[in-house]
């Protein structure tokens, strides 16, 4: 018994930090901030930015993801897998904006969600003027171009004619997440170890009630 005890507590104990980022950041009222949140093993797995009426609330309202999901357009979303970040960018802060997020990181099949708290504070600074938008000195223009999965690529603009986008984080070919395929594999492990538990547990009665009314029977 206590090496299943054992075996189980191994299998199911807890994980080490698997994301972590900034416990509150600042920006100005009309300016943009970036927040890099932190993540092990989950390469592959979809991040999102929610906001939140509290630290530990349950019920966030997702604002973007690298699935694809932008409910905010002032809300960006880069994650650099290479790295183990993922970058997400506030544009045109107001204050309205200070509160509660969270970096989430979605867990594989049977994993949980994970999550990371983070306070925004939006001041107005002095005199909070706006992020430049527009052409900047030499005539070139520089504007983000968002693609499915949380991809972003800049165009630059000169003198009217637009060069082709640069690829700023590349998709890169999946390749095995070794710590992705454990975290599933260990819980399949785990069912099938307490399946053969109970039922040599259920064998073993059955044939210790099965050898009483014969042992009766001989005598």
């Not at 929610?50 to 690298?66: F, G, L």
Request: with cysteine; hydrophobic share 35%.
């Amino acid at each position: 018994m206590r090496t299943y005890i054992v075996l189980i507590l191994a299998l199911t104990g807890a994980q080490c930090q698997v994301l972590s980022g900034p416990e509150t950041v600042t920006g100005l009222v009309n300016h943009t901030v970036t927040i890099t949140c932190r993540y092990k093993n989950y390469r592959y797995a979809v991040k999102s930015w929610d906001r939140c009426q509290s630290k530990q609330d349950s019920q966030c309202v997702r604002k973007a993801s690298t699935s694809g999901l932008v409910a905010d357009s002032r809300v960006s979303i880069t994650d650099k897998k290479s790295k183990g970040v993922f970058n997400v960018t506030m544009r045109s802060l107001t204050e309205e904006d200070e509160g509660w997020y969270q970096c989430i990181v979605q867990g594989n099949l049977f994993g949980p969600e994970h999550s990371h708290s983070v306070y925004l504070t939006v001041s107005m600074g002095d005199g909070s003027e706006p992020d430049p938008v527009g052409p900047t000195p030499g005539g070139r223009q520089t504007s983000p171009v968002p693609t499915p999965g949380g991809q972003h690529f800049s165009s630059t603009t000169t003198g009217g004619q637009q060069t082709p986008p640069e690829v700023s984080d590349l998709r890169t070919k999946p390749t095995l997440d070794v710590a992705g395929l454990w975290a599933v594999m260990r819980w399949v492990i785990f069912s099938l170890m307490l399946a053969c538990f109970l039922t040599v547990s259920w064998w073993t009665r059955s044939a210790g009630r099965e050898a009483v009314p014969t042992a009766a029977h001989i005598q």
